[in-house]
């Protein structure tokens, strides 16, 4: 603030410390407002630093009413709204008032008025002020939750409802000339920014025992913790475990497990899911949400309470999920056996108290929480029979007996009027049970039926399938799979189990249609399943992989490698590599043609380039090598320095090996046989040089490691060692150098062939035209000849005359002579030998309308031509019956 806008006249103080002003006209401390311009919503501004000096003077006798008195007109000109710039001495003067309520009482009525202000829209006068006074605002929110610390009521009320007002700010009362309001979500900004939300929490420690206070604190948080930032912050200062530990307190509103639960979740949703559950995971948050589960569960009647009663159940499945959870109350109070009771079919003819649908609700949050619970208690899931639970409970939900499920919950979404979500969340239970790669589980399973009854029920889904609920149905096929995947990885017995029957739906899933993994459905899940249950089911077992063969499964994972999406190609090209220890893998691999006439060698050198390009690995326009020192080197590489590491530390050399497909495709490559590929380019032949060397560069590129991390260490090898290490080193130079000698090689020779294949065709080409220039020659003389009688007569001597040379001389005795022409014939074009053919008698064919279908007829035995005869039967004539 400037103080020339009050006064136009200089200040100063006698010795007594009093303020003398030297115009004979005295300044107000408070700008004065005139009627027009209250009308107009104007003001002026007020000295505030003389304010800020007034509060720091000390033993005067009047000093608090003066202090009260330029509070109360600050609050008269600014109560249409603090402008930005006036923030940061504002909420000093509301510090200062702060300072005096413990001794002063008097002040908390001007803080109160001031923080009442505070809710309405902050002003700017220019657009940049936002800007320029963001720090000054941030720290002036921010100010707000430490005002919390004062004991008054009424304060810390007041504070709450300004923070809720920057949700919902209102416009100003009046409009202010040269101001403008801020933008709505400034002040959110600003509390962000400001750390609000941390302080709000902490003052939460300070109303243990005042609720109405609690409450409006609650309320606050809520609105805060919409924001990711300041979930962040309200994570830093403990605010699930403080506001968990006390959901149970004493509330006859409601309104404080309410908006506390909300808290949670926004908490849960909008920032670290890990660092929440870790604050929850102890026995006091544990009791606290158990005794308000127990109250909803047995006293909840509404809507509303049984929403609350589930989402407390899912906030203790989600803190489940930490193995560090203080859950052994559950082994106590046998909640494995209490949940399984809801894990069966509905019996008929019985009362229950719940309804059907509240009956579904409860099966369905039973299931759900033992899929979080049940890993970690194995002993009772076991104890309880739980593999035969569920695999009897799944028996039920594949059968078509009548069921009509309202799917109104949240688990029960996808399954009305069928039992999809029954068994999904089965499935799901099963999933978690089989990743625990227990093998008293999993052989338990196996022994009880469970590969074959998964590979039914896919089966079945497959009937079952609609549109309205593929999501759901491509959901339970990737858990079945994954399930079958965890029973026979390790298990020999059980991929035999798994057999024809499991690969035939592995192989309906590779015939889906390729455009449907675009979808967003869950395809490219199912897909990712399918491939996962190949490598786990099927490869090790040799019946299985035979079969898979015959029913042409290589030519579908080459189909799905064609389609070039890199989400696929590492899993795909690992199954690949196995296969092809199968002998007869490489016949199925050679035999396979994809879009013009693509084969798969070409496929995959294809793959490769792709590969290198985008590793930014050196390569000329031909894709010969670069540089011969380092021809596999990366970009990354390139810009990773080589850093000496421990023995058990895999170099970036090595780790390329695993983190890309080129280590993959060479496997492949050499299992088909370097020499005897079909279908390859130039291009792709240059490829492959590099290829078929794809190891020994890789020995020369770590060795090479080995030897710069020696000098890295300042270590200094024995003679023969180093011979060793530089003989090494240049023995994979003279590799690189052979191979780009190769690849020069191919290059000039296929430029030789396209050479003679453009000579080729360019001699196609001229002769087609010399014929068409002939062709029209020829025609040029037909027509002189029907044009021009001279030039025919003349054509027709010469064409006698060629006959005539070409006769004997002498004609040899008993020659017969044969006319050349016909007298009397008048043609214009050259002629022939002419031939008098006369036509059959009609009495051997029987005439023009004889009937001509006599392959069908029995032909007399008779000589001569086939004639047509009365009375002869056809062969296919059906016979009649003599009359009795």
């Known amino acids: 603030m400037s103080t020339a806008e009050a006064s136009e006249t200089a200040e100063a103080r006698d010795p007594s410390g009093r303020i003398k002003i030297s115009s ?65 001495q504002i909420f000093k003067i509301l510090n200062l008032c702060a300072e005096k309520i413990k001794t002063q009482p008097h002040f908390i009525e001007p803080a109160y008025n001031i923080i009442k202000l505070c809710g309405l829209p902050f002003l700017k006068k220019k657009a940049s002020d936002e800007i320029t006074y963001a720090e000054d605002t941030a720290n002036s929110v921010g100010l707000l939750g430490d005002l919390m610390k004062i004991p008054n009521s009424e304060l810390r009320i007041q504070i709450c409802k300004c923070i809720i007002d920057f949700y919902h700010a209102e416009p100003p009362k009046k409009h202010i000339t040269g101001y403008q309001q801020a933008s709505s979500s400034y002040k959110i ?66 309104q404080l497990l309410f908006r506390s639960s909300e808290i949670l979740w926004n908490l849960l949703e909008k920032s670290s899911k890990e660092e929440i559950i870790q604050q929850l995971s102890n026995l006091k ?85 033992l899929s979080s619970v049940a890993p970690f208690l194995i002993d009772e899931y076991m104890f309880y029979t739980g593999n035969a639970r569920v695999l009897e409970f799944l ?21 009305r009027g069928n039992k999809f979500a029954q068994m999904r969340y089965s499935l799901r239970l099963l999933r978690a049970m089989v990743y625990l790669e227990n093998d008293t589980i999993n052989k338990d399973l196996c022994e009880k039926g469970a590969i074959q009854q998964l590979i039914g029920i896919f089966k079945n889904t497959i009937s079952k399938y609609n549109d309205k609920e593929e999501a759901i149905l491509l959901e339970i096929q990737s858990d079945i799979l994954l399930i079958l995947s965890g029973l026979c990885e390790y298990h020999i017995p059980g991929k035999e189990i798994f057999g024809t029957g499991g690969v035939d739906i592995i192989l309906h899933v590779m015939k889906t249609d390729p455009k449907k993994l675009q979808s967003g459905l869950g395809y490219n899940i199912l897909l990712y399943s399918t491939l996962d249950s190949i490598w786990c089911c099927i490869l090790g077992c040799y019946p299985s992989e035979d079969y898979f063969l015959e029913k042409e499964g290589i030519f579908l994972l080459l189909d799905l490698l064609a389609l070039n999406q890199k989400k696929f190609c590492n899993l795909i090209l690992g199954i690949m590599v196995e296969f092809c220890d199968n002998p007869k893998t490489a016949a199925h691999v050679n035999a396979w043609r994809g879009k ?30 670069v540089d011969t020192k380092k021809p596999l080197f990366t970009s990354f590489q390139e ?27 060479y496997a492949v490559l050499g299992k ?47 003679t023969t060692d180093k011979k060793i290490l530089e003989s090494i ?62 030039t025919l007569k003349k054509a027709k001597r010469l064409q006698e005359k060629a006959i005539e040379s070409s006769r004997y001389g002498e004609r040899p005795p008993n020659a017969i002579f044969h006319r050349t022409d016909i007298k009397g014939l008048n043609a214009t074009v050259p002629f022939g030998g002419v031939v008098t053919v006369e036509s059959t008698p009609a009495r051997l064919v029987g005439g023009p309308l004889a009937d001509t279908d006599i392959a069908l007829k029995k032909l007399p035995i008779r000589g001569g031509a086939l004639q047509r005869v009365k009375g002869v039967k056809t062969v296919d004539e059906p016979k009649k019956s003599e009359p009795t």
């Open 189 to 254: 900004k600003m509390a962000e920014v400001g750390g609000l939300a941390k302080t709000m929490v902490q003052s939460l420690e300070l109303l243990e025992n005042q609720l109405v206070e609690k409450l409006w604190v609650l309320k606050a948080l809520q609105h805060l913790s919409t924001s990711e930032i300041n979930c962040t912050l309200m994570v830093k200062a403990q605010a699930a475990s403080g506001i968990c530990a006390h959901l149970n307190d004493p509330d006859p509103s409601g």
């Open 596 to 625: 013009k006439d693509q084969t798969a060698a070409s496929l995959l050198i294809k793959l490769w380039r792709k590969e290198e390009k985008e590793l930014g690995v050196k390569r000329d326009k031909y894709g010969k090598i």
């Open 285 to 369: 948050c544990l009791l606290a949400l158990k005794e308000v589960f127990k109250n909803l569960f047995i006293r909840g009647v509404s809507h509303y309470d049984r929403q609350l009663r589930n989402d407390i159940l899912v906030i203790t499945t989600i803190i489940s999920q930490n193995p560090g959870a203080p859950m052994i109350l559950l082994i106590d109070g046998k909640i494995i056996l209490a949940l399984f009771t809801y894990v069966k079919k509905p019996e008929k003819h019985k009362i229950l108290e719940w309804s059907a649908a509240q009956y579904e609700e409860l099966q369905l949050h039973a299931i759900a929480t």
């Open 729 to 790: 080193t240049a023995a994979s130079e003279n590799i690189g150098k052979m191979v780009v000698s190769l690849q020069s090689e191919m290059i000039e020779s296929q430029a030789r062939q396209d050479v003679q294949n453009e000579q080729k065709v360019y001699a196609k080409i001229q002769a087609t035209h010399k014929q068409r220039e002939l062709a029209n020659k020829s025609w040029e003389n037909f027509l002189a000849r029907t044009s021009n009688a001279k």
């Open 639 to 665: 810009e990773q320095k080589i850093i000496p590491l421990p023995a058990n530390c895999p170099t970036v050399a090595v780790m390329d090996v695993a983190e890309n497909i080129r280590a993959k495709i």
């Open 24 to 88: 004979p006209r005295q300044i107000p401390i408070v700008g004065v407002v005139t009627e027009d311009e209250e009308v107009q919503g104007a003001f002026k501004s007020m000295d505030l630093n003389r304010v800020i000096r007034l509060f720091e003077e000390t033993g005067k006798d009047d000093l608090e009413e003066r202090q009260l008195k330029s509070v109360k007109k600050l609050v008269q000109c600014y109560q249409n709204g603090f402008p930005l710039r006036d923030l940061a």
């Open 672 to 718: 088909l046989d370097f020499e005897n590929l079909p279908g390859l380019s130039a291009e792709d032949f240059v490829t492959l040089c590099i290829i078929h060397r794809y190891l020994d560069f890789k020995i020369g590129e770590i060795w090479n490691e080995i030897y710069e991390e020696i000098k890295l260490e300042k270590l200094r090898p024995v």
């Open 395 to 415: 028996t039920w939900c594949d059968n078509d007996d009548s069921f009509f499920s309202h799917g109104n919950s949240f688990h029960g979404a996808g399954g």
